[in-house]
């Protein structure tokens, strides 16, 4: 099932005003919407509630982490991006074992 969340959803949560931005951080949302939903995908399984509550804010969570890592600044900021990039590639390793 799809991750039910939008950039909207993503840009409160990180208390941006999508109608004060441009195109490119909407834009940027999106695909972080689009990795949040691949990461769930391999962490949960396929068929996740989308609708489920928890997972619309792990979803919410995810990206924005994922948004605010993209120039990482600090220490926190550092760790969390490659903790989040280690748990992608792992998954990606671990579905890739599956198609053989």
Do not use: H, P, W
């Not at 951080?25 to 695909?31: A, H, P």
Request: charged share 30%; net charge negative.
């Amino acid at each position: 099932m799809a991750l039910n969340i939008t950039a909207q959803d993503v840009a409160e949560y990180l208390g941006i005003d999508l109608d004060e931005v441009d195109q490119v951080v909407n834009n940027n949302l999106s695909r972080q919407i689009s990795a949040a939903e691949s990461y769930l995908s391999g962490a949960i399984g396929k068929d996740y509630d989308g609708e489920d509550a928890r997972v619309k804010e792990l979803g919410i969570m995810i990206a924005a982490e994922l948004y605010n890592s993209r120039g990482v600044m600090s220490t926190r900021q550092d760790a969390a991006f490659r903790r989040i990039a280690s748990d992608f590639m792992m998954q990606l390793r671990l579905e890739g074992r599956g198609d053989d």
